[in-house]
């Protein structure tokens, strides 16, 4: 489940960069999501994060110390344990917004910490995923009330 709301999250990231998703537009894009074969709790998930992030963003700015043209390379134990294709997604990823370069960091740190394998795209999603559950939990309670009825109230 967490790795297909990451990939909700990166499909809503390309088509809505800004974060211009009103609740009028919860249905239609949920339709679009339940045809490409996700759930109702992964859209709804996926969704409240999506809209609580660029909250999150606007207000704080950003609490990334670099900006989107910084780019981060692995030294040779991290290549040891990420595939490319996963290096690859996390610097999509960060281009998109979806992770800032400290995050990035954080989770390449996490792969290497479980040591002796190969890190793939899906594991790094797993990775994604827990890092949005952590800030998650750090948005404030209204906010939470808010936006866990919006979505509700929009996709059935």
């Known amino acids: 489940m967490e ?4 990939e909700i999250l990166a499909i809503l990231i390309r088509e809505y960069p ?7 537009d ?4 949920a339709n679009n999501l339940i045809g490409l074969g996700y759930t109702h709790q992964e859209i709804e998930a996926a969704l409240f994060w999506f809209y609580n992030r660029h909250e999150l963003r606007f207000q704080q700015k950003s609490d990334d110390l670099f900006g989107k043209e910084s780019f981060r390379f ?5 290549r040891h344990v990420i ?3 996963a290096y690859g997604y996390l610097i999509e990823l960060q281009q998109l917004g979806l992770i800032n370069l400290t ?11 479980i040591g002796g394998r ?3 795209v899906d594991e790094v999603k797993m990775f994604i995923a827990a890092i949005i559950m952590e800030q998650s939990s750090s948005f404030s309670p209204a906010m939470q ?3 866990l009825k919006t979505p509700s109230d929009k996709v059935h």
């Open 83 to 85: 595939s490319p294709e």
């Open 118 to 120: 190969r890190i793939d």
């Open 74 to 78: 692995l030294h040779d134990a991290e």
């Open 145 to 147: 009330t808010v936006m």
């Open 103 to 113: 995050e990035m960091d954080a989770i390449i740190e996490r792969a290497v910490m």
């Open 3 to 6: 790795r297909h709301i990451v």
């Open 26 to 29: 919860f249905e239609p894009i």
């Open 18 to 24: 800004e974060g211009a998703i009103t609740p009028d």
